[in-house]
């Protein structure tokens, strides 16, 4: 199993952690992890919204968004159609009051 309850908010690249500890788990192994998609940002500054958790789902991640949680049961190859472009560390606090990281991506096309 593994955790990342609170840790993401200070990464830069959430979605490369995301995909390479999915790569780590055993055939019946869990990653669990906290993930406020507000804080992933396309180079606009928007959020990257609803077609980033369609992007999620597809790549075998489930994402609840009333508990801003991200998990996913067995190993795989996730891979996501984002380029990683850099991160903001003066976003501000996040929705527990600590302070978190904006990440940007680009869509690849």
């Known amino acids: 199993m593994i955790t990342c309850l ?4 200070y990464v830069g ?6 995909t390479r500890a999915a790569g780590w788990l055993t055939p ?22 609803q077609r980033l958790t369609a992007h999620l789902r597809a790549a075998g991640f489930s994402y609840n968004s009333r508990r801003r949680r991200i998990s996913c049961t067995g190993r795989r ?6 380029s990683y472009l ?11 009051g600590q302070p ?6 680009d869509e690849d096309h």
């Not at 609170?6 to 908010?9: A, E, I, P, V």
């Not at 190859?77 to 984002?82: E, I, K, N, Q, S």
């Open 86 to 96: 850099g991160a903001d560390d003066r976003a501000g606090a996040n929705y527990t």
């Open 100 to 105: 978190a990281v904006h990440s940007h991506y």
């Open 6 to 9: 609170h840790g993401l908010h």
């Open 13 to 18: 690249d959430k979605l490369a952690v995301l």
């Open 28 to 49: 019946t192994g869990r990653l669990v992890a906290d993930l406020d998609l507000s804080n992933i940002r396309l180079p606009d500054g928007r959020p990257a919204g």
């Open 77 to 82: 190859d996730a891979r996501l159609p984002y």
